[in-house]
């Protein structure tokens, strides 16, 4: 008898009220107040069991039920109970449900706040939750070990006593990644709402008052996915050691695409607010920004960039549903669109340009076409796919080199703008004075280093940015402009953070003695040793004297992620710079004397031995115990270590070096390239050289810029928001 | 609004994109073969192959060099200037970014991929 799980149980009863609840909203339209009441009663329902099942998979977690395959993938015993939490959220199907969770309780915050379009946005929000369910009835975070894996377990044998989880991938054992994903799932999930109200302005032809409350929820989905985007970047400066925070790689573009849109959409909302225009195209970006939420989703989830990232993605089972759910919205939206086109009415934004609409309407234009060229280049693999056999990613060089002109006139309108933008003009002395200023700092701060003139422009168009926000939050009224010009100076104070990091910073590569102190670019540091336990730390001290500092961060083989090296950064932050230290390689002194890796007739120095391979062979193929034999000639003496095979296992042949009690044994071989792995027993006598640790140390530049920089456009976009909720009311 | 302006403007900033993008070579990184990376010494491209265990790796002051090779039997130089990814040695695949260079005969990468075994083992198990 097949036993269903209870959670999966409670996605099927989700899915059927909801399915009731478009049922009753659809009825509801003809403005009959008790299928309007109906839906509303099932949609609480709907909220209740969501809940419920979150619960459910969040008690699997703290309980350690390995049973369930997400679980027994996700989760060790020995994690504590913070990271079991994040657990929900580490793989696909448990993100989906967060995801499902989030947008129902943005529904419930819809249907207690009295919106005029109520039925039409609940039925865009139930839709979305009935598409997600279906991917998570697909595949379900409640399915059991024997459902998934058959070949490995047994559904009627009971799992053994002490069975444990497989633990999360050290690299998400992370405080930062405990907030990353549902930080940015608040992003995902809120898309659906701008959406909503765009379907239902073009439903209702109404398009004036559907912009009010859906700029609010635009502003919460921007800031929430940049907030998001920032906490997975500074997760990866802080864990992975890459040594940066962001490396255009598909994953991190496909937040940004849609983050960029939601910039722009919400500058040309802003014109819509103040002047009645831009309609069209607050509604197109309004569609557009969430089909965007959806294809990166199918990016990410779906597996078809895995060659092209360094991320690892989920199996690609998923990949026709989410395409088929983005087509839905995409031609529902597009139809609707076009079909209302002509119909849409707004007055024109007048044939001045040197107004604060007019330079604004062209930094909407600009943001929006890098995004677009953004995405471009992160779909290039699946775009070039259809012409050639072997499809063609772009570089990094393409977004760098494409950000440079692209991001000059952005930051050059957003100043121009801001000039303009009419609560009493700037005067014109102060402005020459800044930038002139401005010029003077960039060109002393960068003329010493040699690829100049980027960093140059950047760093005195940032310094204006600074200048122009502080000196008109200094002479009006504060309180009014505070959101815009935080936002703006946060820009501001980013761009110089990427300047001063990406190009004032300098990276050293030294390999060091175990115990001797040695000078590494801006440090002096002394390894220390390396920790013998299952998760080892290598163990250094930084400064000399009195005032060093023991510090010691993870360097271990880890198994969950694929018997790959884990290792740490330290970073010991500062106002000028932080310091970056990553414990390359560490190479045991024994190794260069005991372990060698022979080539057939190759001479090799171990240590006092000379060690030709004279060659490798087979034996006593046809018996029952065959053997592999390494003819190795130690100091001119002929010894012939092996493996011998018997019942499915090895047994070492191992052999005494002539006249010692040293070990000589064969550890791996390969027959079609004749090579042979050596180990040979270092002698009492012999010479063993000291353990060594290569070190990258680092120094970032002021890298706290960036931070800041994007806390303030975040904070910028925040204060926004709350402050419109506050006017409605 | 006037929307030939605003035309202009698009038009415009599509001719600087279009035209930082036939102005430089190294923003597409096709995947070739050795002999077409050999052809074509000083353009950016990319190749899979496996690293050479007959050879050694040789450390340098500034990277580290190997010999790649190839399914059909080419083989050739690469020099990286930077740190030997993680799991080099038992990498099955190698991925190199960069330009064949005539005159030395060697290719200098600037970026050096490593695909793991284990990574594809699991893949085919799930699917």
């Known amino acids: 008898m097949m036993i269903i799980p209870v959670g999966t149980i409670t996605i099927y009863i989700v899915l059927v009220i909801l399915v009731l609840v478009m049922f009753f909203l659809t009825k509801s339209a003809s403005g009959n107040q008790f299928n309007l009441v109906t839906g509303r009663q099932l949609y609480y329902l709907s909220s209740a069991f969501i809940f419920f099942s979150l619960i459910l998979l969040l008690s699997a977690f703290i309980f350690d039920q390995f049973q369930f395959s997400y679980v027994y993938e996700n989760s060790s015993k020995d994690m504590s109970n913070i990271y079991k939490i994040a657990a929900v959220w580490a793989g696909k ?5 967060l995801w499902v969770f989030m947008l129902n309780i943005f529904g419930v915050i819809i249907l207690r706040s009295n919106e005029k379009y109520e039925s039409i946005l609940m039925m865009v929000i139930t839709i979305t939750q009935i598409f997600l369910l279906l991917l998570l009835v697909a595949e379900s975070p409640f399915r059991y070990l024997w459902e998934t894996m058959p070949e490995s377990f047994n559904r009627v044998a009971a799992l053994p006593a002490g069975f444990d989880g497989m633990g999360m991938n050290p690299l998400l054992l992370d405080p930062w990644m405990v907030a990353h994903p549902p930080v940015l799932f608040l992003g995902y999930a809120s898309a659906t709402i701008p959406f909503g109200y765009a379907i239902a302005a073009l439903l209702k032809k109404d398009y004036t008052s559907w912009l009010k409350n859906s700029y609010r929820w635009l502003l919460f989905s921007m800031s929430t996915l940049g907030i998001g985007i920032f906490l997975g970047g500074y997760w990866a400066y802080k864990v992975l050691g890459w040594g940066g925070y962001w490396g255009w790689d598909p994953v991190e573009n496909s937040s940004l695409i ?24 607050n509604i197109f970006m309004s569609l557009f920004y969430f089909i965007l939420v959806l294809y990166s989703t199918f990016l990410t989830r779906s597996g078809v960039l895995s060659n092209f990232s360094v991320h690892s993605f989920g199996g690609g089972g998923a990949s026709g549903y989410i395409i088929f759910f983005i087509l839905f919205f995409l031609i529902a939206g597009a139809f609707l669109f076009i079909t209302n086109f002509k119909k849409i009415e707004a007055p024109g934004l007048g ?18 076409i890098y995004g677009m060229v953004i995405l471009v280049g992160t779909s290039m693999p699946i775009l070039s796919s259809f012409f050639t056999a072997q499809p063609i990613p772009v570089t990094a060089h393409f977004y760098n080199k494409i950000s440079v002109p692209l991001g000059l006139i952005i930051i050059s309108l957003m100043v121009t703008a801001t000039m303009l933008s009419g609560r009493g003009s700037l005067k014109k002395i102060p402005v020459i004075i800044f930038a ?54 946060g820009v501001g104070v980013m761009v110089l953070g990427i300047m001063t990091s990406g190009y004032h910073s300098s990276t050293v590569q030294k390999k060091i003695i175990q115990g001797k102190e040695e ?34 961060m993870e360097y271990y083989i880890s198994k969950r992620a694929n018997n790959t090296l884990y290792r740490e950064p330290y970073i010991k932050m500062g106002i000028f710079g932080d310091i970056y ?23 090799v120095t171990m240590g006092d031995l000379k060690v030709t391979l004279a060659g490798i062979r087979s034996a006593n193929m046809m018996s029952k115990q065959p053997a592999i034999h390494a003819d190795v000639i130690i100091n001119g003496k002929k010894v012939s270590p092996g493996v011998r095979f018997h019942d499915r296992h090895r047994h070492p042949i ?27 027993e270092p002698g009492k006598k012999t010479l063993i050289p000291p353990d060594t640790m290569l070190v990258n140390v680092s120094e970032k530049r002021m890298i706290w810029l960036v931070w800041l920089g994007t806390l303030l456009i975040a904070g910028g976009g925040l204060l926004a928001m709350v402050r419109i909720k506050r006017s409605t009311t | 609004m006037n929307s030939k302006k605003i035309i202009l403007f698009i038009a415009g900033i599509g001719i600087l994109i279009a035209s930082i993008f036939l102005l430089s070579d190294d923003m597409m990184s096709p995947y070739v073969s050795l002999k077409e990376a050999k052809q074509r010494a000083g353009t950016y491209v990319q190749i899979i192959g496996k690293l050479d265990k007959g050879t050694k790796i040789g450390q340098q002051e500034k990277g580290y060099s190997f010999v790649l090779k190839e399914d059909r039997g080419g083989t050739m130089k690469v020099f990286h200037s930077g740190t030997k990814p993680l799991n080099f040695e038992h990498a099955e695949q190698i991925v190199i970014l960069g330009r064949y260079v005539q005159s030395t005969e060697i290719f200098a990468a600037d970026k050096v991929l490593v695909k793991c075994p284990s990574k594809y083992e699991k893949a085919e198990k799930r699917t």
């Open chain 1, 93 to 97: 199907e448990g993100s989906f449900l």
């Open chain 1, 258 to 281: 849609p983050w960029l849109v939601a910039v722009a959409l919400m500058h040309s909302m802003l014109i819509q607010r103040r002047t009645g225009s831009l309609v069209r195209s």
């Open chain 1, 351 to 368: 044939e001045e340009v040197a107004t604060w609409q007019g330079i604004t309407v062209y930094g909407v234009i600009t943001v929006f």
């Open chain 1, 436 to 489: 002139v200023l401005a010029a003077v700092v960039g060109i002393v701060s960068n003329i010493i280093i040699a690829d100049y003139l980027v960093p140059m422009i950047f760093t005195a168009a940032g310094l204006f940015i600074l200048a122009v926000n502080i000196y008109d939050l200094a002479r009006l009224n504060a309180k009014a402009i505070l959101p815009s010009r935080l936002a703006h100076i």
């Open chain 1, 519 to 552: 000078k590494v670019g801006p440090v002096t540091l002394t390894f220390t040793g390396l920790s013998d336990d299952a998760k080892s730390r290598a163990s250094f001290k930084l400064g000399t004297g009195e005032a060093a500092k023991n510090i010691s």
């Open chain 1, 581 to 603: 230290i990553i414990p390359e390689q560490y190479k045991e002194g024994i190794a260069g004397v005991a372990f060698a890796r022979l080539k057939k007739g190759e001479e």
């Open chain 1, 654 to 680: 191992e052999v005494l070096l002539l006249g010692t009690k040293r070990k000589v044994k064969l550890q791996g071989w390969d027959m079609r390239n004749k090579t042979a792995d050596l180990y040979i």
